[in-house]
């Protein structure tokens, strides 16, 4: 067991740090620390052409195999990159879903022709996409959507209709992947399928959902037999379910390091404060901060243990389970911490009508951080159940 | 960058496993529980013959196995988690750290032989107040030309009233704060120390309290520099922090599994408790508990690593140690206060093991800085230097 990089590692290290020092500046001055969560919807034109700019230096799609366009980059070098990344302050990466989602997916469970149109354009940063799973009565219970697939032999095209909600970034998206059912007689799991559906039809309708914030980076999205080509499901009809499930699988370690390093900024921000304006001196808030910090640091041991365990298959130990009920919840401490360290000062805008200020923002999205993804108790429920074999909940 | 154990780690890990569950079971823990000495001399000896645990991390040169601290945390979270009553800690992880830290290399000739032969021994620096920085250091000393005259007492030192060898912190008598701290190494049995037993809310380690009166040193005992030797005490005090959030990480770990065990079996209203969510909801927590206090207990193992291969620094091993200690120390609390109420009743009687555990969590919480001690130290680091704007 050891913690130190490579040499190579370290070279790799300053390949990626020397390209960022580089390139992350003239016009994309304006984008350094924007974009994370509770501001994604901000700089979104700018962010795209980094996105691109970040291609043509070949950081795109990292971890993707060579054939896919990819550099087939090791854990030590991905977990490496997003470090960097979130070091020299990149934004949020607006290709984030594409790349860490969908591509997987697609290179798993896609087919030949998939791979070929969807695959290219993610890597160049030129499409981007959203996640099309919750609905107004799927929301924990996920299985139990409701928008419907129907197939039409004449055109081959399937007729998706229903509505979707909580769509994070839908405005900003070219496509959106939905989970939809095949077969209406079907419940639960059983009889869904899996879309690769082009927003921007007159099927698709997008209604900005505004959040406590002020700001809207949800949606509702009413699907009017929005049109999708028989090309563009992934696996069978039946299949969605396994397909939803192996996406999901996918949001694991790698990409959360770079999210780490941008809470570690957060709790920079908040010591640099907590030592401007004296609150450093109060016993309560030393313990905090020191609680904060030592709750950050295990949350990187976690995500190198989880990676360095990660089954040559992809698969992960029941380890891992713990990983996003433990970040929620540290993360939305950090919230309230940012503001007791404000003290007065943090119910005073920058200014009208809803100007929040970083980690003002932050405290109140941070609210969001334990309920999507599967929220806290249904962590819980997971752990308990799949990590600890204990008896499963009792179904209605 | 690989952070897992190898497979010989796990060979290590899982010998120990076993071995525990053979001879640190509970009734065995529950024998030695009340006696004096607070061990089974015999399971000790079979411990350094059969095992030899003691001479994991020590270098072969001096009679050890030459292994890692990697090692020495893999073995400690199976002790921590069998309760296994021993000398072990004291003598391994406070002393033979110390006369690795800070010894000669006459004094790591002659005395880490003989814990390697299974000789037992410990480190003492505390006193009344309970302060366990090396500026808390209270006994003095007196320089009397070639020699020191030592004075004061000693609290809460494991196997204080037992151990073979005893290394000793004092202070010239002058001194304040850091300054004028010195350790030296001693048979036990030189005139001048007297001691006795503090028997202990947790029985499954030993606290014992040295009296020094008039103890005379010559120079060859003296370990480190004289009058200097606070930066090595606190290392050897960060180590040995690590080596006990090891055993709390063991500790926690067991709190969880014999709480599933417990209320695997339990029914109430016609179904087994564990049905309950808000009984799975605890153990979940529990086991978010137990797995980053693991992730900190192995990176925290990695640095005593650097620290001995001088690849990480004092402050490293310093940080390392407070963040890995307070987290273990709260994480084994917690799953101890979880693990006796969702044991109900009989978590309360003296039959079940939980008990033992809750105890032991308390007493490793306290011993070498609660974790409030350790944030603050931490608090320290992060906030008490200037902001460069
Ligand atoms: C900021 C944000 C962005 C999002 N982005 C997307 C997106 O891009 N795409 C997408 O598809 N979805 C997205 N979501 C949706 C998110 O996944 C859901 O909100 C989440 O799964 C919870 O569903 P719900 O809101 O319907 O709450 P509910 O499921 O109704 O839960 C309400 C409460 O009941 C509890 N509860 C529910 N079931 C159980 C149970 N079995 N046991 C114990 N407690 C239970 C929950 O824990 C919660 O506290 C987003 C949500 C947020 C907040």
Same mark, same amino acid.
């Given at each position: 067991?050891?913690?130190?990089?490579?040499?190579?590692?370290?070279?790799?290290?300053?390949?990626?740090?020397?390209?960022?020092?580089?390139?992350?500046?003239?016009?994309?001055?304006?984008?350094?620390?924007?974009?994370?969560?509770?501001?994604?919807?901000?700089?979104?034109?700018?962010?795209?052409?980094?996105?691109?700019? &970040?291609?043509? #230096?070949?950081?795109?799609?990292?971890?993707?195999?060579?054939?896919?366009?990819?550099?087939?980059?090791?854990?030590?070098?991905?977990?490496?990159?997003?470090?960097?990344?979130?070091?020299?302050?990149?934004?949020?990466?607006? #290709?984030?879903?594409?790349?860490?989602?969908?591509?997987?997916?697609?290179?798993?469970?896609?087919?030949?022709?998939?791979?070929? %149109?969807?695959?290219?354009?993610?890597? %160049?940063?030129?499409?981007?996409?959203?996640?099309?799973?919750?609905?107004?009565?799927?929301?924990?219970?996920?299985?139990?959507?409701?928008?419907?697939?129907?197939?039409?032999?004449?055109?081959?095209?399937?007729?998706?209709?229903?509505?979707?909600?909580?769509?994070?970034?839908?405005?900003?998206?070219?496509?959106?992947?939905?989970?939809?059912?095949?077969?209406?007689?079907?419940?639960?799991?059983?009889?869904?399928?899996?879309?690769?559906?082009?927003?921007?039809?007159?099927?698709?309708?997008?209604?900005?959902?505004?959040? &406590?914030?002020?700001?809207?980076?949800?949606?509702?999205?009413?699907?009017?037999?929005?049109?999708?080509?028989?090309?563009?499901?992934?696996?069978?009809?039946?299949? #969605?379910?396994?397909?939803?499930?192996?996406?999901? #699988?996918?949001?694991?370690?790698?990409?959360?390091?770079?999210?780490?390093?941008?809470?570690?900024?957060?709790?920079?921000?908040?010591?640099?404060?907590?030592?401007?304006?004296?609150?450093?001196?109060?016993?309560?808030?030393?313990?905090?901060?020191?609680?904060?910090?030592? /709750?950050? %640091?295990?949350?990187?041991?976690?995500?190198?243990?989880?990676?360095?365990?990660? /089954?040559?298959?992809?698969?992960?130990?029941?380890?891992?389970?713990?990983?996003?009920?433990?970040?929620?919840?540290?993360? %939305?401490?950090?919230?309230?911490?940012?503001?007791?360290?404000?003290?007065?000062?943090?119910?005073?805008?920058?200014?009208?009508?809803?100007?929040?200020?970083?980690?003002?923002?932050?405290? &109140?999205?941070?609210?969001?951080?334990?309920?999507?993804?599967?929220?806290?108790?249904?962590?819980?429920?997971?752990?308990?159940?799949?990590?600890?074999?204990?008896?499963?909940?009792?179904?209605? | 960058?690989?952070?897992?154990?190898?497979?010989?780690?796990?060979?290590?890990?899982?010998?120990?496993?076993?071995?525990?569950?053979?001879?640190?079971?509970?009734?065995?823990?529950?024998?030695?529980?009340?006696?004096?000495?607070? $061990?089974?001399?015999?399971?000790?000896?079979?411990?350094?013959?059969?095992?030899?645990?003691?001479?994991?991390?020590?270098?072969?040169?001096?009679?050890?196995?030459?292994?890692?601290?990697?090692?020495?945390?893999?073995?400690?979270?199976?002790?921590?988690?069998?309760?296994?009553?021993?000398?072990?800690?004291?003598?391994?992880?406070?002393?033979?750290?110390?006369?690795?830290?800070?010894?000669?290399?006459?004094?790591?000739?002659?005395?880490?032989?003989?814990?390697?032969?299974?000789?037992?021994?410990?480190?003492?620096?505390?006193?009344?107040?309970?302060?366990?920085?090396?500026?808390?250091?209270?006994?003095? $000393?007196?320089?009397?030309?070639?020699?020191?005259?030592?004075?004061?007492?000693?609290?809460?030192?494991?196997?204080?009233?037992?151990?073979?060898?005893?290394?000793?912190?004092?202070?010239?008598?002058?001194?304040?704060?850091?300054?004028?701290?010195?350790?030296?190494?001693?048979?036990?049995?030189?005139?001048?120390? =007297?001691?006795?037993?503090?028997?202990?809310?947790?029985?499954?380690?030993?606290?014992?309290?040295?009296?020094?009166?008039?103890?005379?040193?010559?120079?060859?005992?003296?370990?480190?520099?004289?009058?200097?030797?606070?930066?090595?005490?606190?290392?050897?005090?960060?180590?040995?922090?690590?080596?006990?959030?090891?055993?709390?990480?063991?500790?926690?770990?067991?709190?969880?599994? =014999?709480?599933?065990?417990?209320?695997?079996?339990?029914?109430?209203?016609?179904?087994?408790?564990?049905?309950?969510?808000?009984?799975?909801?605890?153990?979940?927590?529990?086991?978010?508990?137990?797995?980053?206090?693991?992730?900190?207990?192995?990176?925290?193992?990695?640095?005593?690593?650097?620290?001995?291969?001088?690849?990480?620094?004092?402050?490293?091993?310093?940080?390392?140690?407070?963040?890995?200690?307070?987290?273990?120390?709260?994480?084994?609390?917690?799953?101890?206060?979880?693990?006796?109420?969702?044991?109900?009743?009989?978590?309360?009687?003296?039959?079940?093991?939980?008990?033992?555990?809750?105890?032991?969590?308390?007493?490793?919480?306290?011993?070498?800085?609660?974790?409030?001690?350790?944030?603050?130290?931490?608090?320290?680091?992060?906030?008490?230097?200037?902001?460069?704007?």
């Amino acid at each position: 067991m050891k913690l130190d990089f490579s040499p190579k590692d370290e070279l790799f290290r300053q390949e990626i740090a020397s390209w960022l020092a580089s390139n992350l500046c003239g016009e994309f001055d304006v984008i350094r620390g924007r974009g994370g969560p509770g501001d994604q919807h901000m700089f979104i034109d700018e962010r795209k052409a980094w996105e691109q700019k &970040l291609y043509q #230096g070949g950081w795109t799609c990292i971890g993707w195999p060579p054939e896919y366009g990819g550099r087939d980059a090791s854990i030590e070098e991905q977990v490496i990159f997003n470090e960097e990344y979130a070091r020299a302050q990149g934004p949020g990466r607006a #290709g984030h879903i594409g790349e860490t989602l969908v591509g997987p997916t697609l290179i798993a469970f896609g087919n030949q022709d998939q791979k070929d %149109r969807y695959l290219p354009e993610i890597l %160049r940063g030129e499409a981007f996409w959203c996640q099309g799973y919750s609905e107004p009565g799927a929301g924990s219970d996920l299985a139990n959507v409701k928008t419907g697939a129907q197939f039409d032999d004449a055109t081959q095209q399937w007729f998706i209709s229903g509505q979707k909600v909580w769509t994070s970034l839908a405005r900003e998206s070219d496509y959106c992947f939905v989970i939809a059912r095949t077969d209406a007689k079907s419940v639960g799991h059983h009889g869904l399928g899996f879309f690769l559906v082009p927003i921007d039809q007159t099927g698709v309708t997008i209604r900005p959902i505004e959040q &406590l914030t002020g700001t809207s980076e949800f949606n509702e999205v009413f699907f009017d037999d929005a049109q999708c080509s028989v090309e563009d499901i992934v696996g069978e009809p039946g299949d #969605g379910w396994k397909v939803a499930m192996g996406l999901l #699988g996918f949001e694991r370690g790698i990409s959360t390091l770079g999210q780490q390093m941008l809470f570690q900024n957060e709790l920079d921000e908040i010591i640099t404060l907590a030592k401007t304006n004296g609150s450093a001196k109060n016993p309560q808030i030393r313990q905090r901060i020191a609680e904060a910090h030592i /709750g950050l %640091r295990i949350m990187r041991f976690n995500s190198m243990r989880v990676l360095s365990s990660e /089954g040559a298959d992809g698969s992960l130990q029941k380890e891992s389970m713990i990983y996003k009920l433990y970040w929620s919840s540290w993360h %939305r401490n950090l919230g309230k911490l940012a503001m007791d360290v404000m003290g007065a000062e943090s119910e005073v805008l920058k200014g009208g009508p809803y100007q929040l200020n970083r980690l003002q923002s932050m405290y &109140l999205f941070s609210r969001a951080d334990t309920i999507y993804g599967g929220t806290n108790q249904i962590q819980r429920n997971l752990i308990a159940e799949r990590a600890l074999g204990m008896p499963r909940e009792p179904r209605g | 960058m690989d952070f897992k154990f190898t497979d010989e780690q796990i060979m290590i890990r899982d010998t120990a496993d076993a071995f525990l569950a053979e001879t640190s079971t509970s009734a065995a823990v529950r024998q030695v529980m009340d006696s004096e000495l607070g $061990y089974d001399p015999q399971l000790w000896r079979r411990i350094c013959d059969e095992m030899y645990w003691q001479g994991i991390h020590i270098p072969e040169a001096y009679g050890g196995l030459g292994l890692g601290y990697v090692e020495l945390t893999a073995t400690l979270e199976q002790m921590g988690r069998y309760l296994c009553c021993s000398p072990f800690y004291a003598s391994v992880c406070l002393a033979a750290n110390a006369l690795l830290v800070a010894g000669t290399e006459l004094q790591k000739l002659t005395y880490l032989p003989q814990i390697t032969e299974g000789k037992t021994a410990t480190l003492a620096h505390t006193s009344e107040a309970g302060d366990w920085s090396s500026s808390g250091v209270k006994v003095t $000393y007196q320089k009397q030309g070639d020699s020191y005259c030592l004075n004061g007492t000693y609290r809460f030192v494991p196997d204080g009233h037992s151990a073979d060898i005893l290394m000793l912190a004092a202070r010239d008598q002058d001194s304040h704060g850091l300054e004028g701290i010195s350790l030296f190494v001693v048979p036990a049995n030189t005139p001048g120390i =007297s001691r006795e037993w503090l028997p202990t809310m947790d029985q499954t380690r030993r606290q014992g309290q040295l009296q020094i009166n008039n103890l005379i040193l010559h120079e060859g005992t003296v370990m480190g520099s004289a009058g200097e030797a606070w930066p090595q005490l606190e290392q050897i005090l960060d180590l040995g922090r690590i080596a006990v959030a090891a055993e709390q990480l063991g500790g926690s770990q067991q709190c969880l599994d =014999s709480t599933l065990a417990y209320i695997s079996e339990r029914v109430q209203f016609g179904r087994s408790i564990a049905s309950y969510q808000s009984v799975k909801h605890k153990c979940a927590d529990m086991m978010v508990k137990v797995e980053a206090a693991r992730s900190a207990v192995y990176y925290a193992a990695c640095v005593g690593d650097q620290f001995f291969n001088q690849t990480a620094g004092a402050s490293e091993l310093a940080e390392a140690a407070s963040i890995t200690k307070a987290y273990s120390s709260d994480s084994f609390f917690h799953n101890a206060g979880v693990g006796i109420q969702l044991h109900g009743g009989v978590g309360i009687t003296a039959e079940y093991d939980i008990q033992l555990y809750f105890k032991r969590a308390k007493s490793t919480e306290t011993f070498l800085g609660a974790s409030d001690y350790h944030r603050e130290r931490l608090a320290i680091l992060l906030l008490d230097t200037q902001v460069t704007l």
